[in-house]
């Protein structure tokens, strides 16, 4: 997997959502360089992890990314962080601190789990994606940036990132699509030994704000934080935002955690 590393300070990785790659958290990573090392993965098939061969799975990648990696907070948007939550419960000792960025435990809603989108929506993904690639694609990015209050710049921002580093591997787009559609790790949240800070967006219409701040509420040392005009990528419309809760948080609720 292709890793950058870039400033100075503690250690935070960032693993990016579907489709994407690291490439889109630049706004992010320029306002914490100053004030952490950050370690930007490419998720296998995806940016400049095109050709790797690890599968796009949650306990290959988060084995492969605690073996390369110093301790350090981790931060996944979305698809992104299904894989920071599973290295939390995997290697705790890897992962000083979780950031959850407009992210669920579970995507799909269930019986026991009203806050989720239907199963359906994801297989219609899937089933475009065998179809009509680009046009799938555009759909999600919509949906991504639905309800931000720069909605437009936020669907440019993201079509340019989609190829910046050349198309995503089709199957792995299915594989990542299957992920978030099956994935559940509820269960891992009581047993984390980390703080935790769940950031979610008022406006998204992927991931509700309801699922993160019950997704918080199980974990035994997180909370829950709400930017109110933001959609699923509050990394592109609030950078700043973002990143002073990182900051604040590494100074208080994760400060006994982080150097």
Do not use: C, K, N
């Amino acid at each position: 997997m292709y890793i950058h590393t870039t400033g100075s300070g503690p250690d935070l990785v960032l693993l990016h959502g579907w489709a994407m790659h690291g490439g889109v958290f630049a706004p992010l990573v320029d306002a914490l360089r100053a004030d952490f090392t950050v370690h930007v993965v490419d998720l296998p098939g995806h940016g400049h992890s095109r050709g790797s061969t690890l599968p796009l799975a949650l306990e290959p990648v988060a084995d492969a990314l605690a073996a390369r990696l110093p301790r350090a907070a981790w931060l996944g948007w979305s698809l992104g962080g299904l894989f920071a939550l599973e290295a939390a419960r995997r290697h705790p000792q890897q992962v000083r601190a979780l950031v959850m960025l407009a992210s669920s435990p579970r995507f799909v809603r269930g019986d026991d789990w009203p806050h989720g989108m239907s199963a359906e929506i994801f297989q219609g993904f899937a089933h475009g994606l065998r179809h009509d690639y680009r046009a799938t694609l555009d759909r999600f990015i919509a949906l991504e940036a639905f309800g931000s209050d720069d909605a437009r710049g936020e669907i440019r921002a993201l079509r340019d990132e989609v190829f910046a580093r050349g198309e995503p591997v089709a199957q792995v787009l299915a594989d990542g699509l299957g992920l978030l559609e099956r994935s559940d790790l509820r269960d891992a949240l009581p047993m984390l030994r980390m703080p935790g800070l769940w950031l979610a967006g008022r406006r998204d219409r992927l991931v509700s704000p309801r699922a993160m701040e019950a997704a918080a509420a199980l974990a035994p040392d997180a909370r829950a934080q709400v930017f109110a005009s933001a959609g699923h990528a509050p990394f592109l419309t609030h950078p700043d935002a973002v990143a002073e809760a990182v900051r604040a948080f590494a100074a208080g609720a994760g400060a006994q955690d982080l150097p």
